[in-house]
């Protein structure tokens, strides 16, 4: 593994977000090939656009991929198609009627052949997700692929250089996506993290602690019978904290169950929201008290929202007298004013969609990483959804008049260049 990858002496430029690379893109120049022989002049091309172009790719693999044919498209005017059959080309003594000086056709740009030198590349599965903006760079979703995080028609890829196909459909994890385009914890955020993370430990070993003591008295209590006033051990409150998130669920699912014109659209999706936590919840090994304090607060805040006092999410023996009075503090008429309903209303959505949580290893609130929006742009190859993390390759990319579809930091003639050493060495 080399030692700079972000080299600010030698410039390099990468496939990456990185602050360094994006320092390296403004500063780069053309080299100067002047005083250089035509031989150095294709290896230096080489050298700097496939440290841009496949970096992460041996250079045997991309010689056996590279290919001469070049791919392109040339887009003709459907009018002129219609009202011409293609004899007007042969009028004007074989070179065709020179049309008024008015009505001239505007020039065709030139098509950028060699800007396409490294089509092969953009098949490949990892760089596919690196331009689909779920990764920061190519290193990171040839990352995700290995450790079967990426799926491919619904089926789970773990070779990087697989090649897509027209209509391949791939999906990320949302939470690698979160992880690779958000921003990074700050000091205060990752010693939150550490503590919570001692403290779970602390309880585990608590709980631990516990089981095998009850199991090294039960012997004892074999040989000399138990008093029926024997307080429980502490091994029954991951089992009572359980039964009361089944019973939540259960309230949940009654609640749902209520006649069309009692809930409205948005209600039931918070609701449907609600059980998914619920869910995930009870599928842990351990879970904590005060979690399920807050979960049941949560649904007794639905509860108030809907005014749903003769529902089914009225008080039950399961509910502890915390419960009990943070429901009747529910219940007491509201004194906030519109302004401060409407501040406190947006302020919960916002709580909902991007809550702040700890344990992620991405920085919460969710915010994008700094120096992204530089790099934040989508091929026309590629038609990426966001929201469920997935993007359909459309087709290979093509040579356009004016434009060449794969994105290329190099001009034309450091293009060129690099085509003729690979075009030698076939």
Known sequence: MRKRFHGLKKIKVRQSWHKYNLYNLSHMKIPNVTERTYFQQKWTAKSITRAYHGEQIREKQWQRMFKRRIASVVPMDHRYLAQHDGSEQGAGRGSGVDPPPGQRPKPIPRTPYMNMVYAPTERRLDTAIFRALFASSTRQARQFVVHGAVRVNGKRMIYPGYLLNPGDMFQVEPERVLFATGASKDKK??????????????????????????????????????????????????????????????????????????????????????????????????????????????????????????????????????????????????????????????????????????????????????????????????????????????????????????????????NQLAFNWYLRRR
């Open 189 to 414: 955020e990752r010693r939150a993290g550490r503590k919570l993370s001692r403290k779970s430990s602390a309880t585990e070993e608590a709980t631990a602690d516990s089981e095998e003591a009850s199991e090294t008295a039960e012997p004892s209590a074999a040989a000399t019978p138990s008093e029926s006033g024997d307080k429980p051990t502490s091994a029954s409150e991951p089992t009572d904290s359980k039964k009361q998130l089944t019973s939540l669920l259960n309230r949940a699912k009654s609640m749902l169950a209520n006649p069309k014109d009692t809930l409205s659209a948005k209600h039931k999706q918070d609701l449907r929201a609600f059980q998914r936590t619920l869910k995930k919840t009870i599928a842990r090994t351990s879970t904590r008290t005060s979690l399920t304090d807050d979960l049941d607060a949560q649904l007794l805040e639905l509860t108030s929202k809907l005014s749903l006092s003769s529902s089914p999410a009225q008080s039950t023996p399961d509910q502890t007298q915390h419960q009990q009075q943070q429901q009747q503090q529910l219940q007491t008429p509201d004194q906030l004013s519109p302004d401060d309903k409407r501040a406190l209303k947006l302020a919960l959505q916002a709580a909902r969609e991007n809550p702040i949580d700890v344990t992620k290893p991405y920085a919460t609130p969710w915010r994008p990483r700094p120096f992204m929006s530089a790099f934040a742009f989508i091929p026309r190859y590629l038609e990426v959804n966001q929201n469920v993390c997935s993007a359909v390759y459309l087709r290979h990319p093509v040579a356009r008049p004016g434009l060449g579809e794969v994105p290329t930091p190099f001009n034309s003639e450091t």
